[in-house]
Every structure is written in C-alpha cells, then in structure tokens.
C-alpha cells in the first residue's frame, strides 16, 4: 500500500479537472492497467452512465455503455452497487458469444476488474480497469483502483465547490450553482446540445454530462427541462 501514497497526493493537488482526470489515467497505468475507464451517472432518475475518462477506443466505449445501460442484458453479469469483481481471459471465454467480451479478447485484455459502486453523495459509477498481462490480480489491488477512483470523484466535487466561491450571477446565486454550472445550464436553456456546450465552454462533453448530474442534484429535478424552467425563475426574480 505504500506506493499508493504518491497516487493519493498526486489526486489529490490536481489544480483543475483536466489535471485530475488526466492524473487518474497516469495512476492506473502505473498500477498496470494498459485501459481504464471511469464512467458517471447521468442523472439520478433513470441512471444511464456517462464517461468521464478512458483510454479505451470509441467503439469499446461505445459497445460497454450499450451492454452496461441495463445491466441484466450484459452477458459477463456486472456486480451490484456496492460490489465489484476480477475477471480473467479464462473467465472471459465462456462468453465470447458477447459483442463486448469478443471485443475485450480482441485487443488482449487478458485481465481486469469491474465494480459498480456509489460515491459519497449517493451517485452511481462504474469502474472497469483491464491489463494485458495474464496475472491474476490481487484483492489489494482492486481496492487501490476503487480508493483511487473514490478520490478522483472526492476531488471532482471539491473542484467544483472551489468554483462556486466565484461570483455566479443573482440566478445562479439563488440556484446555489458555481459559475460554471450556470453557465452550463443558460447554454442549455437555449437549446444547445451537451456537445455545443462542451465546445463553447472548452471542456469535454463527459464533464458537461458530470456537471448536468451535479446540478439535477442540487436543484432536485430529474431533467434538463426541469432545471431549465428553475432557472428562468430564478432570472426573472432577480431582474
């Protein structure tokens, strides 16, 4: 457990959230694992899940959040929240009759972890981890990667509690959103798309999606409609 300490630190100073997701990549591939993704849910109503970073191709990511949406239709059975398991290219043969798995196999990812876990404010994420090397991997192990992902969640939100010491604007002020999940949310009033809004505000469509999730929480509503209507409330008391 002593190298995880550096890992921790490294997380946990990251400045800005480029720096920390990109620090969460470096500290898997230190830990072994040639691919990681860390993915978020969307929303708190219907829990379909979002990446937040991954080193996987497109069409992997792509094929493990449509096996992964539902998760009785996954042939390889994702644990339950709370619960994670290890899988080895052995395990992994008895279901190549799975799109995902054959695509696992494909590109030599001989072993890996998944977990569907909860963070600390109760929302959903899951966590794969895969390596080339056909070592079984140890309990220890799949805990580091968890703590870490914990951590890098922990820090996403304290990032963004930082921003809203910021002055927002009377509507995000009312809202008790940061500057830049008001932001989010005016360019979403106006019809852009997660992607629009990614490009406008310069950060990943993955962030857009985290911080949507965070501002469904704050306001207690379950879509982006709802939220937006709170906001033009929120702007007309103001004005």
Excluded: C
């Amino acid at each position: 457990m002593f190298m995880m300490i550096p890992l921790v630190d490294r997380i946990r100073q990251s400045a800005d959230e480029a720096a920390l997701l990109a620090n969460f990549q470096l500290s898997m591939a230190e830990l072994g694992f040639s691919w990681s993704n860390l993915s978020i849910a969307m929303n708190m109503a219907e829990v379909g899940y979002e990446v937040l970073v991954s080193n996987w191709p497109e069409t992997v990511r792509l094929k493990f959040h449509e096996k992964t949406r539902v998760d009785s239709g996954f042939a390889a059975q994702l644990p339950p929240a709370g619960m994670s398991f290890t899988w080895n290219d052995m395990t992994l043969a008895g279901h190549r009759e799975d799109s995902f798995i054959s695509v696992l196999l494909a590109h030599g990812i001989k072993t890996g972890a998944f977990a569907s876990l909860t963070d600390f404010n109760g929302r959903p994420y899951k966590l794969v981890v895969g390596a080339e090397s056909g070592h079984p991997l140890v309990e220890d192990l799949v805990g580091q990667v968890i703590i870490l992902a914990t951590i890098t969640l922990l820090r996403l939100d304290s990032l963004a509690h930082a921003e809203a010491a910021a002055d927002p604007g009377p509507a995000a002020a009312t809202l008790n959103l940061s500057g830049t999940q008001h932001e989010i949310l005016k360019w979403a009033a106006a019809g852009k798309s997660n992607s629009d809004i990614a490009a406008i505000l310069e950060l990943s469509t993955s962030a857009v999606s985290y911080h949507l999730a965070r501002i469904y929480k704050i306001l207690g509503v379950a879509t982006k409609l709802q939220a937006v209507a709170l906001l033009t409330n929120a702007g007309a008391r103001g004005g």
